[in-house]
């Protein structure tokens, strides 16, 4: 997720703010901090466990009339349930942990490919 996250910052987007998160590990705390904390930004938990399958209906929404466009539709139903502010104190130990992933990971491409 750091990895696409630095990819998407990579691209043009400089300042993320804000990360809506929804089902599986982020019901979980502990999970959700180590997100915010890895990722640097706010992460907020919303009103569906599905994300992308709830976005490509409200996608197919707007295309059918539902809601003029993403952003109404979003703002009709979407909620934040919760909030969970990145920790500072740990931002060092989990960069240092990604500059290892990115270093091991060019070197163990051969072997991941071995396994398929």
Known sequence: MKDSFTLIRDAGLESVSQVRASGGGTKG???RQIL???L???LVSVNTTE???FGAALLAG???G????????CH????????????????EVYRHAYQIYR???PLLKNTFAQLI
């Not at 539902?66 to 539709?73: I, K, Q, R, S």
């Not at 009709?76 to 931002?91: H, L, R």
Request: charged letters at 20%; proline letters at 7%; aromatic letters at 10%.
């Open 29 to 31: 705390a502990l999970w």
């Open 40 to 42: 640097e930004s706010e």
């Open 51 to 53: 994300g992308g399958a």
């Open 36 to 38: 915010a904390d890895v």
């Open 76 to 91: 009709a139903t979407i909620q934040i349930t919760g909030k969970t502010d990145p920790n500072p104190d740990t931002f």
């Open 103 to 105: 270093e091991l990971y």
């Open 66 to 73: 539902a809601w003029p466009d993403v952003v109404t539709a």
């Open 62 to 64: 707007v295309g059918r």
